[in-house]
């Protein structure tokens, strides 16, 4: 009988998002892949203002999906954070990157003002800013670091990924993160940031990039797949059942 893992998908479903339609049929690629199920379930952000424990305590992994802003941000932050502290497997693409990134920077580097130009202009640290230049529908290079996680998933040093992404990592702010256990391990070629990975986490790891776009080619993305294998070893190790 083969495993079936559940994921929450953190986010305000919207069929007319491409990534939205991508994310469930990224996840059964890979899950084919690893001789495993996959169920999902939308996760609203406003339903996750409240009891955001027990509701997401059921599921073997989180991903937080683009087409920000969320309803809540507030809900949003409080699922990522539940993901970071409870060592629940963590992806974020797009949207949920930059989120991710503010979730960090107020609750672990305790900058409390740490927000997005998208949704709070007047921001006094807008941690999350226009990109210099739009990624909306665009292929763009990733230059990797080496030795770290995402580029030992790849097996080499540069990636070439879709995006469709206005706002990024403000580079003025991109060295708070140098001396946390939060890294940086993508980077265009300009230096800016797109990928994230946190240290002395099962898996928890952001790309502004949308890797579940691979699933429209029917390809079971390296990514998708590693961040899927770690799913079924938090099942495994906390004995959920369906």
């Not at 059964?28 to 409240?50: D, I, N």
């Not at 997005?116 to 290079?141: G, H, M, Q, R, Y």
């Not at 580079?171 to 990975?197: C, H, N, Q």
Request: glycine share 6%; hydrophobic share 45%.
């Amino acid at each position: 009988m083969k495993d079936t893992v559940r994921i929450g998908l953190i986010g305000d479903f919207n069929p007319d998002v491409i990534a939205h339609v991508a994310i469930p049929r990224a996840l059964t690629l890979a899950a084919r892949k690893l001789e495993c199920l996959v169920e999902t379930e939308w996760l609203p952000t406003p339903l996750l203002e409240k009891d955001t424990a027990k509701r997401l305590a059921a599921f073997d992994g989180l991903w937080i999906v683009p087409a920000s802003p969320y309803e809540s941000m507030e809900g949003a932050l409080l699922a990522i954070r539940f993901a970071r502290e409870r060592a629940v497997p963590f992806l974020g693409t797009c949207g949920g990157f930059q989120h991710a990134l503010i979730e960090y920077a107020r609750n672990v580097l305790n900058l409390a003002e740490a927000d997005s130009a998208e949704t709070k202009p007047e921001a006094t640290l807008p941690l999350i800013a226009p990109l210099s230049c739009s990624l909306v529908e665009a292929t763009d290079t990733i230059v990797l670091q080496p030795g770290s996680r995402i580029a030992d998933l790849y097996g080499k040093s540069e990636i070439s990924e879709k995006y469709h992404c206005s706002f990024g990592l403000n580079p003025r702010y991109s060295t708070l993160f140098d001396t946390s256990g939060l890294r940086i391990t993508g980077f265009d070629k300009s230096g800016e940031a797109r990928v994230f990975d946190l240290d002395g986490h099962p898996f928890y790891m952001g790309t502004l990039f949308q890797p579940e776009r691979s699933a429209f080619n029917d390809v079971a993305h390296p990514l998708i797949v590693a961040y899927m294998q770690a799913v079924l070893a938090h099942k495994q190790a906390s004995g959920h059942v369906i």
